[in-house]
């Protein structure tokens, strides 16, 4: 029989919830040692991961409001849990590696648990809206979206997957701006990021928010907010340094996929120095290249001038469209 037991949690919007003991053994926070049960997961259930979705850079941005993670050791199946921004009655899967009723009885004992009638279902990719329809999930009806101005998040458009040797060569008419790029030469020098660079990194964050690092509204920029969990994460991290002023201007982070295919998770540089992004760009994917790498997904895009200007200067060879959609108790 079923305990109906309860303990107290906190959930991801820092709020208590209950949770009853019987989802104990599954159900718990995230923590930096889940990124190596992450890439076990996805050798076990996508060994072909191109999936932006499918890498810790993004896991630990997308559930940054103390997420939740589902385990499960006698299947392997694994869904990760977030809360959507400043909307406390939303719960959001934004990766899971799970069959579809499987998704369907978890996501429902959960919002049970947690007393959360909706839930959405991010990064489902167009092929399995089919199966999951037929189980109860629904797209978004008219008058839902994620955000006004990205319908679907930084699923509104496609992930981008950039072929490495492509762009490193940047050869023929497809990459002059690559190559114009390179040509300027600017006095900036890369280097792996360290520890000591983090408080440089967080007050980029705060500037591009307009605040500075002293300000006690910092942590709600949507820079800050989407980016602080970076210089501490488990990810690959690059500095860019004025070589005339020794500032750092900007901050470039990678996280693999799979051992060929890594995601660029974080591109964050000061505003007065932004043109030089596809300079240093290059930089790291020259980095990751050289190491052995194949790919890099650029992850998906909010908006069509943003989608444009990735497609445009770096010549994709896949895209990856996904979407999104929501599971509804009548009650709880």
């Excluded at 497609?311 to 999104?324: A, C, D, M, N, S």
């Amino acid at each position: 029989m079923e305990s109906t037991t309860r303990t107290v949690i906190a959930a991801p919007n820092s709020q208590i919830y209950e949770k009853q003991d019987s989802l104990d053994s599954y159900l718990s926070s995230i923590s930096p040692r889940d990124k190596d049960l992450l890439q076990k997961t996805v050798a076990k259930f996508r060994p072909n991961s191109k999936n932006y979705e499918d890498s810790w850079g993004y896991i630990i941005q997308s559930t940054r409001n103390k997420g939740l993670k589902w385990y499960d050791k006698s299947t392997g199946f694994l869904i990760f849990f977030g809360k959507k921004p400043d909307d406390n009655k939303t719960l959001v899967v934004t990766s899971f590696f799970a069959k579809h009723n499987y998704l369907k009885n978890v996501v429902r004992k959960v919002m049970r648990s947690l007393k959360i009638r909706k839930t959405i279902i991010k990064n489902i990719n167009p092929d399995d809206v089919p199966s999951l329809t037929s189980l109860g999930f629904r797209s978004y009806r008219e008058n839902e979206y994620w955000s006004v101005g990205a319908r679907f998040d930084d699923q509104t458009y496609p992930q981008l997957i950039i072929d490495l040797q492509n762009v490193v060569e940047a050869k023929g008419p497809k990459f002059h701006l690559i190559r114009t790029a390179l040509r300027k030469n600017p006095n900036i020098v890369m280097r792996k990021y360290t520890d000591n660079d983090k408080d440089k990194i967080l007050e980029i964050l705060a500037t591009k928010d307009g605040n500075s690092v002293n300000s006690k509204d910092k942590t709600k920029g949507m820079y800050y907010s989407a980016h602080a969990m970076y210089p501490s994460s488990e990810t690959d991290k690059y500095v860019f340094i004025d070589t005339a002023t020794n500032r750092i201007i900007g901050f470039i982070a990678t996280s693999d996929i799979s051992p060929t295919i890594a995601a660029s998770v974080a591109s964050i540089f000061l505003p007065e120095t932004r043109k030089l992004g596809i300079w240093c760009a290059y930089q790291v994917f020259l980095a990751k290249y050289t190491s052995g790498y194949k790919m890099i997904s650029l992850g998906g895009c909010e908006t069509v001038n943003t989608y444009n200007y990735a497609k445009e200067k770096y010549r994709p060879v896949e895209q990856l469209q996904k979407t999104h959609m929501i599971l509804e108790l009548d009650s709880i």
